[in-house]
T-cell receptor, first 113, second 113 residues
Framework: SQTIHQWPATLVQPVGSPLSLECTVE??????LYWYRQAAGRGLQLLFY??????ISSEVPQNLSASRPQDRQFILSSKKLLLSDSGFYLC????????????FGEGSRLTVL | DQQVKQNSPSLSVQEGRISILNCDYT??????FLWYKKYPAEGPTFLIS?????DKNEDGRFTVFLNKSAKHLSLHIVPSQPGDSAVYFC????????????FGTGTRLTIIP
């Protein structure tokens, strides 16, 4: 069966510090991978979308970047965090052609102080 | 520009009664719709979906209704159970197989025992 893991689960970082959130998927090949963010009082905002290794689409301009060094690994990064980067970050995967059903990881709570 | 809207941030329903969660969308290109359920500090999980060729889809206690002319969909849960207490997100995509979902802001459902 397929599983998705992301870590760390909780992170408290000072403004200006770097960020690295990692996500891995097991039990499937060539998944579509996504990073979403849920900010307080807002819906789930798509940040990045990847259909393959090294292929990243950015949905919104921001202080973050994403990379996909391996087929089932997706990394969310920042060189210098801002207060506005605080939120709940969710990694997700889908099977291409599966009609949009996403499978989400457990989420990472980032607090920037 | 919020293309998928859930205008009720919260809803309380007595156990055993029907819960009705509403969602409106503005993009007429959306033709596939999904509902996700999310517990605190966890990733959302897929609940039920409907394509634009249908106006109703049922799965156990959950039924989704789609009114294309009104650009409106709703999720009915009957009978409501305490375990249904969660945040429910409506999501939409532009074509079947396009997994870039646009999410609403969510509705927090509380089932009162």
């Amino acid at each position: 069966s397929q599983t998705i893991h992301q870590w760390p689960a909780t992170l408290v970082q000072p403004v200006g510090s770097p960020l690295s959130l990692e996500c891995t998927v097991e039990g499937t090949s060539n998944p579509n991978l996504y990073w979403y963010r849920q900010a307080a009082g807002r819906g789930l905002q798509l940040l990045f979308y990847s259909v393959g290794i090294g292929q990243i689409s950015s949905e919104v301009p921001q202080n973050l970047s994403a990379s996909r060094p391996q087929d089932r690994q997706f990394i969310l990064s920042s060189k210098k965090l801002l207060l506005s980067d605080s939120g709940f970050y969710l990694c997700a995967w889908s099977v291409r052609g599966n009609g949009g059903e996403l499978f989400f990881g457990e989420g990472s709570r980032l607090t920037v102080l | 520009d919020q293309q998928v809207k859930q205008n009720s941030p919260s809803l309380s329903v007595q156990e055993g009664r029907i819960s009705i969660l509403n969602c409106d969308y503005t993009n007429s290109m959306f033709d596939y719709f999904l509902w996700y359920k999310k517990y605190p500090a966890e990733g959302p999980t897929f609940l039920i979906s409907i394509s634009s060729i249908k106006d109703k889809n049922e799965d156990g206690r959950f039924t989704v209704f789609l009114n294309k002319s009104a650009k409106h969909l709703s999720l009915h849960i009957v009978p409501s159970q305490p375990g249904d207490s969660a945040v429910y997100f409506c999501a939409a995509s532009g074509d079947f197989g396009n997994e870039k979902l646009t999410f609403g802001t969510g509705t927090r459902l509380t089932i009162i025992p």
